[in-house]
């Protein structure tokens, strides 16, 4: 069954202003990831956090993990027009490495 | 220097037919994937396998077989396919003792007509 779920499923905003994604999970995990996939390409990696982790940033992007909540969100500050693409959230579960995918968040930034 | 590169890009066929679409990796990763991605863009695993071990997704069909002649490659084939395995596919590739993610190839989209 699906693992992450994000929310919300789209979301569009104005270039400068910071866009919030979340994802929530069912089941204990090692890892999440956060991916970016433009739109007719494959996905790129952009952060992955660990279960004993809390807060990561990268560049304009800051992801925190509760994994009380089994949730975790992607923030990306001074957003741009190339920004614009769909967001998943991977986690594996405890038992191996494959990793499962919500459905995406698609972000469109207005320039 | 693609690092997953994937083979062909789009291929349309008809019902019934059997194809394979080619996955090579040249970054010296220990593990490779297939992902089927649908048209709500939901992701879902399909393989992984390592030199050690394949590990299957249950739900996936027999049609469906992954061969890998060596480490960098890992290939789909499926048999006798049918309209519902219109689909984007990705292969991507890990390493497992490093926390750097996938990479994903630039994916196959699979029409059956």
């Known amino acids: 069954s699906q693992q992450g779920e994000e929310d919300p499923q789209a979301l569009s905003i104005q270039e400068g202003e910071n866009a919030t994604m979340n994802c929530s999970y069912k089941?204990?995990?090692?890892?999440l990831q956060w991916y970016r996939q433009n739109s007719g390409r494959g996905l790129v990696h952009l952060i992955l956090?660990?279960?004993?982790?809390r807060e990561k940033h990268s560049g304009r992007l800051r992801v925190t993990l509760d994994t009380s909540k089994k949730s975790s969100s992607l923030l990306i500050t001074a957003s741009r027009a190339a920004d614009t693409a769909s967001y998943f959230c991977?986690?594996?579960?405890?038992?191996?490495?494959?990793?499962?995918f919500g459905t995406g968040t698609s972000l469109t930034v207005i320039p | 220097d693609t690092a997953v590169s994937q083979t062909p890009k789009y291929l349309v066929t008809q019902m019934g037919n059997d194809k394979s679409i080619k996955c090579e990796q040249n970054?010296?990763?220990?593990?490779m994937y297939w992902y089927k991605q649908d048209s709500k863009k939901f992701l879902k695993i399909m393989f992984s396998?390592?030199?050690?071990?394949?590990?299957i997704n249950e739900t996936v069909p027999n049609r469906f077989s992954p061969k890998s002649p060596d480490k960098a490659h890992l290939n789909l084939h499926i048999n006798s396919l049918e309209l519902g395995d219109s689909a984007v596919y990705f292969c991507?590739?890990?390493?497992?003792?490093?926390?750097?993610?996938?990479?994903f190839g630039s994916g196959t989209r699979l029409t059956v007509v």
């Open positions: 991507a590739s890990s390493q497992d003792s490093g926390p750097y993610g996938y990479t």
């Open positions: 089941t204990s995990i090692n890892n």
């Open positions: 956090i660990r279960s004993n982790e």
């Open positions: 991977a986690t594996d579960r405890w038992t191996g490495n494959q990793f499962y």
């Open positions: 970054l010296g990763h220990d593990t």
């Open positions: 396998y390592n030199n050690k071990e394949l590990i």
